[in-house]
């Protein structure tokens, strides 16, 4: 598993593809959600493409791809149950799978220790 | 910058989890460890506890009530002549060109007259009292702090605390003694439901929350929770919703001004920016406060330009307050359109991050109001 500044985790399946969600920390910070608005698989992207609006009872973020890549699969239950993303962000409340274009831009993300020091 | 201001309840909010963010000059909560929606609901389904010690407190005090009432009226367009002893009314201190410099509750408390102004307009409201009400004392009362109990169990608990407020009415004011001092308590609130407001003195105002607190029933609430209540309740949040620019007309505040301030009243006019809000009380306004129901479950949030058409054209209003509604399990906006198309169920697009999405007038409040009438 893999995290970056922007709170995302990253966590490589064994068909080459990558999972990819927000963690326990950023869903903290974002409150209550409320909407949730995803890309279409199949859609090209580009590492820091605004790909995934968060609307919490605050305000609206956006997720950026964290990679270069194509959207192999979105999780349409966050749309009906955007909640889950405070219930399970981990696991069910995933985003989208994503095929990396240059896998070794995994490597610039930090691993669990360094983000548990980075949320400090 | 000057640092922040705390109320007395910060060390409490603070010891109970609190998220405090700076708010009107002071360092408020804006959600305690339930969370915005979770403190929303409770309050819907029995009670919450806010700390609303930021807005001003004020005493104008003239030779009896009506010679303060009767100088007070030369600012808001109210009857506060007429209003009786233990009661309490909603209005607005109005600007020469018929806009709105800040909205307020006022009570008669006998031989003065008691006010609640906003935090972020408090001073400017003191000064403009003190230049215009010529005769009166105005006293901003600083050693107290201001509560809300709000929520369909609020009466319960209130009353085991302080026996005799169940008896109060919708609106009605009075003075308790009780185990924290002198409380100055009225029968209302800012979110739709039953509730109190409470003025404890500050050095008692954490025992009282705490005794509250203690009760089942009740929690501790942020600001993100009362605004996401307000709005669903159709109240206007000053700088948002009204401001200087918007006339109470505009606003669909008229019935805060009674008959005898109005056109061929007793007491007709007399009040800043009168000859304005006079005409459009008898012939409308061109643009009013509407509620807004967007489709889908995506907010339209303050400043979202609103559109008559699906493609092309200028907008012809704005969103002033949005959010997601928790009660209404949708999102729900309040803004500013042109009377034509301030009609019930009129569709228009509201354009959020470059796309057009279609949102309808609904009719305020979203959630019915639950007052004691």
């Known amino acids: ?120 | 910058m000057t640092a922040l201001r705390r109320t007395p309840l910060a060390d409490l909010h603070e010891d109970l989890g609190a998220r405090m963010v700076p708010f009107a000059g002071y360092e408020m909560p804006v959600q305690f460890a339930l969370g915005v929606m979770k403190e929303h609901l409770h309050t819907r389904t029995a009670a919450g506890l806010f700390d609303v010690s930021h807005m001003g407190q004020v005493i104008v005090r003239g030779d009896d009530y009506a010679a303060g009432a009767r100088a007070m009226e030369a600012l808001v367009p109210v009857n506060l002549e007429g209003l009786a002893e233990g009661r309490q009314r909603y209005g607005f201190f109005t600007n020469d060109a018929g806009g709105i410099r800040d909205d307020l509750m006022m009570a008669n408390r006998g031989d003065h007259l008691f006010a609640v102004v906003n935090a972020a307009c408090k001073a400017d409201d003191i000064a403009h009292m003190r230049a215009h009400l010529a005769g009166c004392d105005v006293e901003e009362i600083t050693d107290r702090a201001l509560l809300a109990l709000q929520g369909p169990e609020a009466e319960r608990v209130l009353e085991a605390l302080v026996p005799g407020v169940a008896a109060m009415r919708f609106m009605d004011v009075g003075v308790f003694a009780s185990d924290f001092g002198e409380l100055w308590i009225s029968r209302s609130g800012y979110t739709g439901e039953d509730g109190y407001e409470i003025s404890v003195p500050a050095d008692e105002a954490a025992a009282l929350a705490r005794a509250l607190l203690a009760a089942d029933a009740v929690e501790p609430v942020g600001l993100g929770a009362r605004d996401s209540l307000r709005l669903e309740a159709g109240l206007c949040l000053y700088g948002h919703d009204i401001d200087t620019e918007t006339t109470p007309v505009e606003a669909r505040l008229a019935w805060a001004i009674q008959k005898v301030r109005r056109r061929g009243g007793a007491r007709e006019g007399g009040f800043p920016g009168a000859e304005r809000i006079l005409a459009e009380l008898e012939g409308g306004a061109p643009r009013a406060r509407v509620g807004l129901r967007p489709e889908g479950r995506a907010p339209m949030r303050e400043g979202t330009p609103l559109f008559a058409a699906a493609e092309g054209g200028s907008p012809v209003g704005h969103v002033t307050s949005g959010a997601f509604g928790p009660s209404v399990e949708a999102p729900v906006s309040m803004g500013y359109v042109p009377a034509e198309h301030a009609v019930e169920g009129t569709l228009l697009h509201g354009e959020v991050r470059g796309k057009r999405r279609p949102v309808r007038v609904a009719s305020l409040p979203f959630v019915p109001a639950r007052f004691k009438r």
């Open chain 1, 1 to 120: 598993m893999k995290y970056t500044e922007e709170h995302e985790w990253l966590r490589p399946e064994d068909d080459g593809t990558v999972v990819v969600g927000i963690t326990q920390h950023a869903s903290e910070q974002l409150g209550d959600v409320v909407f949730v608005e995803l890309p279409e698989a199949g859609t090209n992207v580009a590492k820091d493409d605004e790909i995934v609006v968060i609307e919490s009872v605050k305000a609206a973020s956006d997720i950026l791809a964290p990679l270069d890549g194509e959207i192999t699969e979105v999780n349409e239950a966050l749309v009906d149950d955007p909640a889950k993303v405070n219930e399970d962000p981990l696991g069910d409340a995933w985003f989208f799978k994503m095929k990396p274009g240059d896998p070794s831009q995994m490597d610039d993300y930090m691993d669990e220790a360094a983000y548990k020091e980075f949320v400090g």
